[in-house]
């Protein structure tokens, strides 16, 4: 079967780590590349839930706090200080 060259960008500490990890599972970052790409057409799609950073439990309260209208606001930094009870100097 013929073969093509199929190449990318990627930074170098990222290059380096991936490298590292291929090694420790005795792979070259060749036959990896090849995996993946084996696993997404198996796999029909991206094989791995993408999905953005959950904001942590304080952040959700916040959140859920503002949403249901119990948020408090400030006219300037003095004030949010002063409402934090927190010394601006």
């Known amino acids: 079967m013929k073969t093509e060259m199929l190449s990318?960008?990627?930074d170098h500490d990222t290059?380096?780590?991936f490298i590292h990890v291929c090694d420790e599972v005795?792979?070259?970052p060749s036959q990896?590349?090849?995996?993946?790409?084996?696993?997404v057409i198996?796999?029909?799609g991206i094989p791995f839930e993408l999905r953005s950073k959950a904001p942590n439990s304080k952040t959700l309260e916040a959140i859920q706090e503002l949403e249901g209208g119990n948020g408090k606001s400030v006219d300037d930094v003095e004030q949010l200080f002063k409402e934090l009870g927190a010394?601006?100097?």
Do not use: E, M, V
Not at 32 to 39: E, G, Q, S, T, V
């Open 15 to 17: 290059k380096l780590a």
């Open 26 to 28: 005795g792979l070259s």
């Open 32 to 39: 990896a590349i090849k995996l993946f790409a084996k696993a």
């Open 87 to 89: 010394n601006n100097t």
């Open 42 to 44: 198996n796999y029909g």
């Open 8 to 10: 990318t960008r990627i």
